[in-house]
């Protein structure tokens, strides 16, 4: 899948503690299907910002932009336009780092836009509760179960 490329913005200057993880978990899944990932990272050299580039250095899938691209609030479309800079696919996916990592999904879109169907889409995503994640995390559900759940109507994972 090297024709497309997915971008993330990354300021760990709010719940780092949890975007940490999201972030390592998206780079190993994006090198076991081989798609580039790019975070761009508004690097303020604290300490969590330095274990991010700690735990990404050895992943030949994933680009990592640290540099400090603003002061203030967080800014995800500053830090998305400085990842279409190294951008050298003729796809681009725009994620977000709480999406759960199922690039199964990029490539069936991918096939469709390969097909003249359609030049690009807008997928719907839920958020999940802590629950949810949880469960997700530990195996204790899957993506598919997930949405069976959401359209029965459950709502502790959603």
């Known amino acids: 899948m090297n024709d497309i490329s997915i971008i993330v913005p990354l300021d760990l200057s709010q719940r780092p503690l949890d975007i940490l993880p999201k972030a390592v978990r998206m780079s190993v899944a994006a090198a076991s299907a081989r798609i580039p990932l790019i975070f761009s990272l508004n690097d303020q050299n604290s300490l969590n910002d330095r274990r991010l580039k700690k735990s990404l250095e050895n992943n030949r899938y994933t680009t990592l932009l640290a540099k400090k691209?603003?002061?203030?609030?967080?800014?995800?479309?500053?830090?998305?336009?400085?990842a279409?800079?190294?951008?050298?696919?003729?796809?681009?996916?725009?994620?977000?780092?709480?999406?759960?990592?199922?690039?199964?999904?990029?490539?069936?879109?991918?096939?469709?836009?390969?097909?003249?169907?359609?030049?690009?889409?807008?997928?719907?995503?839920?958020?999940?509760?802590?629950?949810?994640?949880?469960?997700?995390?530990?195996?204790?559900?899957?993506?598919?179960?997930?949405?069976?759940?959401?359209?029965?109507?459950?709502?502790?994972?959603?």
Do not use: Q
């Not at 603003?70 to 336009?81: A, I, M």
């Not at 050298?88 to 069936?108: G, M, Q, R, Y």
């Not at 469709?112 to 690009?120: E, R, T, V, Y």
């Open 69 to 82: 691209h603003y002061t203030g609030s967080v800014n995800p479309s500053l830090l998305r336009n400085r």
């Open 84 to 158: 279409f800079e190294v951008v050298n696919t003729e796809l681009i996916a725009l994620l977000d780092v709480d999406i759960w990592p199922d690039f199964s999904l990029l490539e069936k879109y991918r096939d469709l836009i390969a097909a003249k169907h359609s030049p690009f889409y807008f997928l719907p995503c839920m958020y999940l509760t802590a629950k949810g994640s949880k469960d997700l995390c530990k195996g204790k559900t899957t993506p598919a179960l997930l949405k069976e759940k959401y359209f029965s109507v459950s709502r502790k994972e959603f």
